[in-house]
């Protein structure tokens, strides 16, 4: 359907720029990167709460799904994250010449195939076959967020960043509230664990497929945009001409912004590390919640961070189109409010006992609330800092601090060595809280919401007209079509 003919056209208050339909083509890809994250964050974090089942007979009303005994089930869950940090950079550079879109297929098909693999591969080769399976998904997933990023760079203009940005990295959380709210459910009834991973399996072989016809790498080869709406999109992105961008290695490394950024992610991918696969262990162990309930007070602070998130960034962009502060300012004011609260409750719960679990859940999901205001700043900083090199920039940052969602789960098994030991994991609460604080002091130092003076530096030796380009182009001008 052609939304020209549909929808009609509106302008911008403040500088009278036509910018298209109210709901164009901008936002139908933005709804793609939602759905691809939710469907890949299910496939993530399910394992925390599946891995329970697993090793619990008693779990499910069906006596004969096979369980086991595994006790290295922290360095199971860790196995996504080793093969996370390896293939984000080279996905970032390589699809400058093969193209996005159809990096991004292969990618998710390797996800999908990886997840629909895990229940056979734990009958057969155990902890080690998942190991194998959840390594596989975390090389393929590595790839997403670079590539997202990169077509974020494409889609999302400067005025609405905050506000696309934020949605499209939305679907990371509504992931985690289908996986950790349902899966629960799922493993007790009567298909067993094994279910979860055929769902979420199937579930991501058909947004491939879907994006394999509906997906567009820029506004540049859509064929249904509108011209008010692709000028607005290019014009303000300066993407009138598409170069190959050479990447300023040198410059990126040595920029205290983009390092800011990098930082506010280690801070972030920690805390939500200790709070995705961490407190389903935790409420279990020192609150004695059952599964089912685990599930669902381990979902409930990704409840509260989707509501918030959805409220903080249009405030965000707000604020900065209104001239009320800069886009800079904005940036750090909303990373305060989603390292500083976090640190905070985190402090409190890790003194609470039992006798105040009640307070101690309304924390957690305050946590998970307050938490959202950082994804207005570091998660899409990037494409302010730099729309040529964003995935480049984001592949950096996520597979810099990926090695700590690998070292925390190892952390925790060294130091919580009992289970049932509030004290233990109180030490883990408050590492989290201060690295918190940490990130976002050097966040409101070094920060930067303003594209850097090493954004348009181009690559003479990069051509769209290489063969494997020119093939990708005759692919996506097919799927285009339609």
């Known amino acids: 359907m052609n939304l020209r003919k549909v929808v009609c056209c509106v302008t911008s208050e403040n500088d009278g720029t036509e910018k298209g339909p109210l709901?164009?083509?901008?936002?139908?890809?933005?709804?793609?990167?939602?759905?691809?994250?939710?469907?890949?964050?299910?496939?993530?974090?399910?394992?925390?709460?599946?891995?329970?089942?697993?090793?619990?007979?008693?779990?499910?009303?069906?006596?004969?799904?096979?369980?086991?005994?595994?006790?290295?089930?922290?360095?199971?869950?860790?196995?996504?994250?080793w093969g996370y940090v390896i293939l984000q950079i080279p996905a970032a550079q390589l699809s400058k010449k093969i193209g996005i879109k159809w990096m991004l297929?292969?990618?998710?098909?390797?996800?999908?195939?990886?997840?629909?693999?895990?229940?056979?591969?734990?009958?057969?080769?155990?902890?080690?076959?998942?190991?194998?399976?959840?390594?596989?998904?975390?090389?393929?997933?590595?790839?997403?967020?670079?590539?997202v990023h990169s077509l974020l760079g494409c889609w999302a203009p400067p005025r609405e960043r905050s506000v696309l940005g934020t949605f499209a990295y939305?679907?990371?959380?509504?992931?985690?509230?289908?996986s950790l709210s349902i899966t629960g459910f799922i493993c007790s009834s009567r298909w067993g664990w094994p279910a979860v991973f055929y769902i979420f399996?199937?579930?991501?072989?058909?947004?491939?497929?879907?994006?394999?016809?509906?997906?567009?790498?820029?506004p540049s080869s859509h064929k249904t945009i509108t011209d008010s709406e692709k000028n607005y999109i290019q014009i303000s992105l300066n993407q009138q001409v598409h170069k190959i961008h050479k990447t300023p290695w040198k410059s990126i490394l040595l920029s205290p912004p983009f390092w800011s950024v990098t930082l506010a992610f280690v801070g972030a991918n920690w805390g939500s590390s200790v709070?995705?696969?961490?407190?389903?262990?935790?409420?279990?162990?020192?609150?004695?919640?059952?599964?089912?309930?685990?599930?669902?007070?381990?979902?409930?602070?990704?409840?509260?961070?989707?509501i918030s998130s959805l409220t903080f960034s249009p405030i965000c962009d707000w604020l900065i189109n209104n001239s009320i502060v800069s886009r800079t300012v904005a940036r750090k004011i909303f990373n305060t409010i989603g390292t500083i609260f976090p640190a905070i409750?985190?402090?409190?719960?890790?003194?609470?006992?039992?006798?105040?679990?009640?307070y101690s859940v309304a924390l957690l999901i305050i946590n998970g609330g307050m938490t959202a205001g950082a994804l207005c700043s570091y998660q899409v900083n990037h494409v302010d800092l730099s729309p040529n090199h964003s995935g480049v920039l984001m592949a950096i940052t996520n597979s810099s601090t990926s090695v700590f969602s690998i070292v925390s789960p190892l952390i925790v098994q060294f130091i919580v060595t009992d289970v049932t030991s509030q004290l233990q994991w109180r030490i883990i609460f408050l590492i989290t809280a201060g690295l918190y604080l940490f990130a976002d002091v050097f966040y409101i130092v070094f920060g930067s919401g303003e594209v850097q003076s090493w954004?348009?530096?181009?690559?003479?030796?990069?051509?769209?007209?290489?063969?494997?380009?020119?093939?990708?182009?005759?692919?996506?001008?097919?799927?285009?079509?339609?």
């Not at 299910?42 to 329970?52: D, G, K, N, Q, Y």
């Not at 902890?127 to 390594?135: A, L």
């Not at 954004?455 to 339609?482: G, Q, W």
């Open 345 to 358: 409750s985190l402090t409190i719960v890790a003194f609470l006992t039992k006798k105040y679990a009640s």
């Open 201 to 218: 399996g199937s579930f991501s072989l058909m947004w491939t497929l879907a994006w394999i016809v509906f997906g567009v790498e820029r």
């Open 275 to 306: 709070l995705l696969t961490q407190t389903p262990t935790y409420l279990s162990n020192i609150f004695d919640y059952d599964i089912k309930a685990n599930s669902l007070f381990s979902a409930a602070p990704y409840v509260a961070m989707l």
């Open 23 to 81: 709901f164009g083509c901008r936002h139908v890809q933005v709804i793609f990167y939602f759905l691809l994250f939710t469907i890949s964050y299910c496939m993530r974090s399910t394992l925390s709460i599946a891995i329970v089942a697993m090793n619990d007979n008693s779990t499910s009303v069906n006596v004969d799904i096979e369980t086991f005994e595994w006790t290295n089930r922290s360095v199971v869950l860790s196995a996504f994250f």
């Open 455 to 482: 954004n348009n530096i181009e690559d003479e030796n990069m051509k769209r007209c290489s063969p494997a380009h020119t093939f990708v182009n005759k692919l996506d001008n097919e799927s285009n079509k339609y």
């Open 105 to 147: 297929v292969g990618c998710t098909t390797v996800d999908a195939v990886s997840c629909l693999l895990i229940p056979i591969a734990a009958s057969r080769l155990g902890s080690v076959g998942v190991m194998g399976c959840r390594f596989t998904e975390g090389l393929a997933q590595g790839g997403v967020a670079p590539l």
């Open 170 to 178: 939305a679907g990371c959380i509504c992931g985690n509230i289908l």
